[in-house]
């Protein structure tokens, strides 16, 4: 009997640090999906002055260069014999007819007069301590793409310390058995456990990205390659920003070994050893969008093996997925919330509203991409008979059938759709534009309902 009790406080024990440890789940998602909106924020504001520095820098430059240049020549017009002067002409002919040319080689140029050497030495010298165009906005793209892959290393860090934590018995295939010394240092199992555990992060950390595929793959059954846009793109963001790291942006024989070029950027010449490769604007975009579409979606995968229960959640309005599908369609970052709304609308364990507002969501992002021949048979075919008013009033509004949308209002705010709902859904954007919508605002506050 005392011991049937026993076993029983251990089982609530045990449920009670087990739901401590699911609830996780939704601060790592928080958290992640705070770092992307927050490096978003970070290049947006500091991208325009970063560029203005780097004009500042080149215009100050070409400002003294011009002055010190002014000088030198006037001096040199004013003090040097004939005979240098005409020299000074035909070099600088020569070396004209050089660029001009853009000839492989670089023909020798005689220069016989010291007065002459000196005074292009001073002139073209300067030239050397050039500011490089771009270095401040290169500099400040250098540091947003380490910051997304630090913040993916994160995100795995924490997401298999849950796996460990909920199933600790994946533990056990550890080859590297406790010494008895270690043993003593512990003075309870759970110590014990978090000492192994936090070996086993630090091991997979150490590993390659390849790794990290392969520990989702065979623990948990999720191919991360299925949740990137291009898998290829998604491997090449992260040597590059290895070689940002360790060879200030130049080519290395490991990068070439580990991307796939022909896949990347089929028909182009592969980059040689030492070339420079520069992350520019586009590049970083395709990077954030695709840091910003894996781990969001890795954690819901993960989520959704290891905490089954919390699917309401996971899937919710306000800080899960529909939440986080719903802010980017605020910012209209279409690309992103199309991939994360295709997800959600495809999760088996989704319920009905949850399916069909990352549906509508989705029509939206490929409508606001110029798509819209994709899907328009889809939402016209779509049936709202049987479903919240607030679907058939976005489903007018995606049609552009404003008449219908008005007809459908009243049906809809007596669902609880409210003036807030309508003022701010980005998908009630083009009847926002009618004259009538005016007249649908009112005083009366209400429930707000997400779509």
Known sequence: MVADETKSEASKIVGIQEGQQRSAFLQIFIQYDTS????????????????????????????????????????????????DKEEFERVLEEMSNTMRQRSPGVPAIEITSLRVGQVLVDLFGGLMHAPRPGTYRRLLNRSILMCLVSSFEVLVADLARLYYRLKPEATSDDDKVLSVNELKTFDSIDSALDFVVSRKIDELLRGSLEDWHKFFKTRMKIDLDGLVPDPAKWRE????????????????????ANVQWDKLAPGQSRPSVGQEISIDDDYLEDAMCAFEIAGLLLCQEVWKKLAPEETEMRLGNVVGLCGAVYRRLLTRNWYVAEHLAKWGELDGDAPEDAVLICKFNRWLCIKRQGRWEEVSMDVERFDCSAKHSKFALVRASLLEQPDVFFRVVPAARAAGVDDDNLKEWPILEEMRTDPRFAETISDSGGHSLTI
Do not use: C, W
Not at 238 to 253: G, K, L
């Open 36 to 83: 992307m909106t927050a490096s978003r924020e970070f290049l947006s504001q500091l991208g325009p002055y970063a560029s203005s520095l780097d004009d500042g820098v080149i215009t100050d430059f070409e400002e003294r260069f011009k002055e010190r240049a002014v000088a030198l020549l006037g001096d040199f017009k004013e003090h040097a014999p004939k005979a």
């Open 237 to 256: 963001f992260f040597q590059r920003r290895h070689i940002v790291v360790h060879a200030d942006s130049r080519v290395t024989q490991r990068y070439l």
